[in-house]
């Protein structure tokens, strides 16, 4: 993986994961890092590779999600010709080519039981078995795997190997949403926003404008820093006065009044009850009505809850202070705080 790493944030929450990568990468230990879709964990991986002893080998990557059952061992292990149909010739696994270096296992939840226990075995005993072979070969592999999953929660249900989870779980690093770090948002922002700038050729950066910098910051990002790049990008690319601050936020890309219509769950159906309690729009123009009345409830019950502390409200809605601060705002409940 040869690329420029960047991180990019000044929150204690990313700052305080960061630290733990770093201090953490000295050491020959497996690290598991957590986090949601879009929060950098391949970034932090790389960062454990490079600040090791090893950073001057391979780094292999392997998303065990993007095989299928039958091919992960093969893939990790490696295979003697014949093994199984189509193994026409030998081959070397992830284990034997990350010798010496670090083996990433993206998507570490997704491995079979079997290629779980395997693991296990190279783990402990530092020997991996090519499918097919009768000797073991020695590797010295660094382990750092990802996950979005609740690993303790699957070992209890047994859908997780607990022995392994011991095994990989000497540091464990977990990274905060967007949503918890507060003004990285608009730092992120106006990074991918002046680079998409230069790559469209714009003589320099105008920024945001403000209801632009204010949509940012209330938006809860559930596809985390992935998804602010490209809501950006695609506001820069799309905004036409390059003199002025772009002003223009599309979240959904899809958005369209010719979007196909295709078999969906009913609204009530997927919020649960709390559904009910809001009417669905009955005439042409109310849908964005609803949605602001619902938001609105949602947000005045929480803040009822909580005495109107907003500090103690925000996490309970997956906000940060400043996305719910915009969030009442916009709703005209700050002069009740």
């Known amino acids: ?23 953490a990468a000295a050491l020959n230990r497996p690290v598991l890092v957590i986090g949601e879709r879009g929060t950098g964990k391949e970034l932090i991986a790389e960062r454990l ?12 990557v392997l998303n065990c999600a993007a095989l299928p059952e039958t091919l992960i061992e093969a893939e990790l292990f490696g295979h003697e010709a014949g093994a199984f149909t189509g193994a026409t010739r030998a081959r070397a696994g992830r284990f034997e080519e990350a010798d010496g270096g670090t083996l990433f296992l993206d998507e570490l939840a997704t491995l079979s039981a079997a290629a779980q226990e395997r693991l296990l075995r190279a783990i402990e005993y530092g020997e991996v078995t090519r499918i097919g072979a009768s000797r073991p070969l020695r590797v010295d592999v660094r382990i750092v ?24 779980s000497f540091e464990v690093i977990t990274l905060p949403p967007l949503r918890a770090r507060g003004e990285d948002v608009l730092l992120l922002a106006e990074h991918y926003g002046r680079r998409m700038a230069t790559e469209a050729g714009w003589d320099g950066w105008p920024g945001f404008a403000p209801e632009a910098r204010a949509a940012l910051a209330a938006h809860v990002w559930p596809g985390n820093v992935r998804e602010l790049r490209n809501v950006v990008e695609r506001a820069v690319y799309r905004w036409d006065s390059f003199e002025g601050p772009v002003a223009d936020i599309v979240f959904d890309p899809f958005e369209s009044p010719w979007q196909p219509r295709g078999a969906v769950e009913p609204v009530a159906a997927k919020v649960g009850p709390a559904a009910a309690a809001t009417p669905l729009p009955s005439e042409r123009g109310d849908l964005r009505v609803a949605v602001d009345a619902y938001e609105r409830g949602l947000i005045e019950a929480a803040l009822t809850r909580h005495r109107w502390n907003q500090r103690s409200t ?20 700050i002069q009740r705080a």
Do not use: C
């Open 145 to 168: 795997a990802a996950t979005n999953e609740n690993l303790p929660a699957l070992a209890e249900q047994g859908r997780f190997r607990a022995d392994l989870l011991d095994r990989l």
């Open 1 to 23: 993986m040869e690329r420029e790493v960047q991180f990019i944030g000044e929150s204690i929450a990313f700052l305080d994961a960061l630290e733990r990568a770093s201090r």
């Open 49 to 60: 590779h490079r600040l090791s002893p090893r950073w001057g080998e391979a780094m292999i």
């Open 314 to 333: 925000a996490p309970e809605l997956g906000l940060s202070y400043d996305q719910l601060r915009h969030a009442m705002k916009r709703h005209g409940l």
